[in-house]
């Protein structure tokens, strides 16, 4: 069974950091694409990065392009995201997902 867990939200002032922690347990790390989405209060939910293990490519939602970046430790199974200059527009439920798989979601708030 496919596992994810979050970890690393939190409340933050606007210019601040966090770095987003995403524990995956069930499968194969080293074969896969997984990345993170948020979702921000009364909004849907967004792509924010991905990032594939096959080329190594990796996605960022324009809005966040310059400021997040994703990564992984394989040895942890392990996937980050660090997220820099926060704005409040980040504010959101973060959640991991792989393979129509979802962890639980970590919120980050990020105040003016």
């Known amino acids: 069974e496919v596992q994810l867990v979050e970890s690393g939200g939190g409340l933050v002032q606007a210019g601040g950091s966090l770095r987003l922690s995403c524990a995956a347990s069930?499968?194969?790390?080293?074969?896969?694409?997984i990345g993170w989405s948020r979702q921000a209060p009364g909004k849907g939910r967004e792509g924010v990065s991905c990032i594939s293990s096959t080329d190594g490519s990796v996605y960022f939602l324009d809005s966040v392009k310059g400021r997040f970046t994703i990564s992984t430790d394989n040895a942890k199974n392990t996937v980050y995201l660090q997220m820099n200059n926060l704005k409040p527009d980040d504010t959101a439920v973060y959640y991991c997902n792989t393979g129509g798989v979802w962890g639980q979601g970590t919120l980050v708030t990020v105040s003016p």
């Open positions: 069930g499968f194969t790390f080293d074969d896969y694409a």
